[in-house]
């Protein structure tokens, strides 16, 4: 991925003159008319497809939105004004200005040159809208276009002074700093690399995180930082934050509603689509979270969120809503622990629509804590055969659920980034979500340093967990979270703040010493699964010397050789500092007191051997040999030969290398020959 140069002051010196001579104009609306939607080619209209839907008990179903307001909308987002941000993707599936040259069997697409970023790059059919409900009606009943003529958008956030925009293969930045909703001038590259070749699986779902960085691979607004926080996974359409900041992601795998992404994590995906992870000792990967019980839906499970407002019944509070698009649904399901991961329940039908058009893509949670359903409304859902593209282009719908029973009383009008710092910090305590997010990005905007006192004693003293959380995200994006904190915080009651103190301790990328003692005596006596997952996790981002000793304690934690994420995250920490470290890890693998670990044992110790052997060197060879030589019984001889296996993998020997000679004849005179050893022993020509 290639970060643009920042240019903060670019845009100061050029004339409107210029602009309009480059091609630029600020929200020029389109000239032509939009196309009408026909219900003669298929479909219905808006009112009659609502009377095709069930909703669950209690709840019901409005119209936000509809054409020719809105058409083909992928992507929803707010303001601190409580406005809907919209991105309409009716260039999909193709850009405009370029020419097909190949397309392969997945109905990828290999264009003739890459576009230049607008406004010089070619001129598409996307646009991104505001849509305002300005008397509280749950009807939007003011629409303005943002900017038109995009190629390919799928996501924006608004932000930082302007709105940012996913248009493969950029990420964009268009300032707006009098917030007048017209674009100051043209865009600034942020990034530049995002594939373009699937236009159903573009970068998208730019979302503030709680730490103040953007998106799955992360961007940080404010240093331009550039980072991959997980890879893989299935064609992730959406993700979300629960109430402990665990990431939660979408999917299009089939019996499966959603990924839990950890950082640094490798996970499943198509490989023989996408290819293989990018680190080939890795040697594992993460799977989706578990499904329990009867699962429904097809493959595509999208735009999940969890819900964490007050307009639905309590019971609603943490449960985690997707979209169908497939089976023209919503669920609502269950999210139960599985170790230091999640499984997922189906628990009911929040709206099922038998209208097959119903194409639900996104979902989010409004300031008024209703959920809101972004209709792609075709009845073509699928991404095959590109070539034909007979997607109707005049529909589009966004209907709002709530619960009347218990709908809040109708909102004033809202301007957040009006509010002073203190009132914003007040905010963290309402019952919505949506206002913790909104006031959180714009004091991380800020970085008051006042609210820095405060918020340093409110993390101790917050009546819940969750408000602990929101003090500890303040005060980290304001600046003030620091060693004599963070200290403090590794003994809060609270393990979601402890494991979030250990993952900002390891975004710096190097601790002090008194830190790093502090951090491997709490990997050793953690209770939280959690906290030791985020500790594996940290250890791989740490300095060798500081990492070793996290892992250390970690790898003889025994109660975690059955988890599901925390072996493979000891591993790949481990195999990060083994260029640096090899002989103190084969060292400590190799110690009866490692062999006696059932996490040792069942992970790492052939894994070890496999990545080891597979180098080949001579120092790598010489650490297999002392593995082979450390096996306390022939189950632990057969895991380092089985390794070694896998690592010689397509090569054979004229004859044993010499750092594994002696070994292995020590091993084969020790015992019977296993099927393993013996497999082994004639692929190295013994």
Request: hydrophobic share 40%; charged share 25%; aromatic share 10%.
């Amino acid at each position: 991925m290639k970060r643009s140069k920042p240019c903060r002051t670019a845009f100061a010196i050029v004339t409107l003159a210029a602009l309009a001579a480059a091609g630029w104009v600020a929200c020029r609306p389109r000239k032509d008319a939009d196309p009408a939607f026909d219900p003669k080619r298929g479909g219905l209209r808006p009112r009659e497809s609502m009377a095709h839907m069930r909703l669950a008990p209690g709840f019901a179903v409005s119209l936000f939105a509809s054409e020719p307001e809105v058409r083909q909308p992928v992507a929803m987002n707010w303001d601190d004004r409580g406005r809907m941000w919209v991105v309409e993707y009716l260039q999909y599936p193709e850009p405009a200005g370029l020419r097909a040259i190949e397309w392969d069997r997945y109905f990828r697409t290999k264009y003739d040159r890459v576009p230049e970023p607008p406004p010089r790059g070619p001129r598409g059919a996307d646009r991104i809208k505001i849509l305002e409900d300005t008397d509280g009606d749950g009807r939007a009943d003011r629409v303005k276009v943002f900017v038109d003529g995009l190629n390919l958008a799928s996501g924006v956030a608004v932000g930082y002074g302007g709105v940012f925009v996913a248009q493969a293969p950029y990420l964009l930045f268009y300032p707006d700093r009098n917030g007048d909703d017209k674009p100051d001038g043209p865009p600034e590259v942020l990034l530049e690399g995002f594939g373009m070749e699937d236009a159903h699986a573009v970068v998208n779902s730019l979302t503030w995180g709680p730490d103040g960085w953007q998106g799955i691979w992360c961007f940080h607004p404010r240093t331009r930082e550039f980072e991959l926080f997980a890879e893989g996974g299935g064609n992730t359409w959406s993700f979300d934050w629960d109430a402990d900041g665990n990431l939660l992601c979408g999917t299009n795998f089939s019996n499966y509603a959603m990924l839990h992404m950890v950082q640094g994590g490798y996970y499943v995906k198509t490989f023989e689509k996408h290819g293989p992870l990018s680190n080939p000792y890795a040697l594992g990967y993460f799977p989706h979270c578990e499904h329990r019980g009867p699962f429904k839906g097809l493959h595509v499970t999208i735009g999940g969120l969890t819900y964490q407002a007050d307009a639905y019944p309590e019971s609603f509070r943490g449960k985690h809503i997707a979209a169908s698009i497939l089976t023209n649904a919503v669920y609502w399901y269950d999210v139960e622990r599985n170790g230091s991961t999640f499984a997922t329940r189906h628990v009911g039908d929040l709206l099922v629509s038998d209208d097959p058009w119903f194409r639900p893509v996104d979902l989010t949670t409004g300031p008024d804590g209703a959920v809101y359903v972004a209709d792609w409304y075709d009845i073509r859902a699928t991404h095959n055969n590109t070539r034909e593209d007979t997607w109707d282009k005049t529909s589009g719908r966004i209907y709002r659920i709530d619960y009347p029973r218990t709908r809040p009383a109708r909102r004033k009008k809202l301007r957040l980034s009006e509010e002073s710092s203190t009132e914003l910090v007040a905010r963290l305590e309402h019952p919505n979500e949506w206002f913790h997010r909104e006031a959180r990005r714009i004091l991380a905007e800020r970085r008051d340093p006042s609210l820095i006192p405060f918020l340093r004693q409110a993390v101790f003293r917050a009546t819940t967990d969750h408000l602990a959380l929101e003090y500890l995200w303040t005060l980290y994006t304001t600046g003030g979270f620091d060693d004599a904190t963070a200290a403090g915080l590794l003994r809060h009651a609270s393990a979601p703040v402890r494991t979030w103190t250990v993952r900002f301790l390891g975004d710096a990328r190097r601790v002090s010493p008194g830190i790093a003692a502090e951090l491997a005596a709490l990997a050793a006596r953690e209770p939280g699964v959690a906290v030791r997952s985020q500790l594996a996790a940290t250890a791989r981002r740490l300095p060798d010397t500081t990492a070793l000793e996290i892992l250390k304690p970690l790898l003889l934690r025994n109660e975690d050789a059955s988890d599901p994420h925390i072996p493979l995250l000891v591993w790949w920490g481990l195999e990060r500092h083994i260029p640096a470290k090899r002989e103190e890890l084969v060292r400590l693998l190799a110690s009866p007191e490692a062999w006696r670990s059932d996490l040792v044992r069942r992970h790492l110790e052939e894994r070890l051997a496999r990545r080891l052997a597979s180098s080949a060197a001579p120092e790598d060879l010489e650490g297999c040999g002392r593995l082979l030589d450390s096996a306390p019984d022939a189950e632990a001889a057969d895991s380092v030969c089985r390794g070694m296996e896998l690592g010689f993998a397509g090569v054979s020997f004229e004859q044993s290398p010499a750092p594994l000679g002696a070994p292995l004849a020590r091993l084969w005179s020790r015992r019977a020959p296993s099927p393993t050893l013996v497999r082994l022993a004639a692929r190295l020509g013994n």
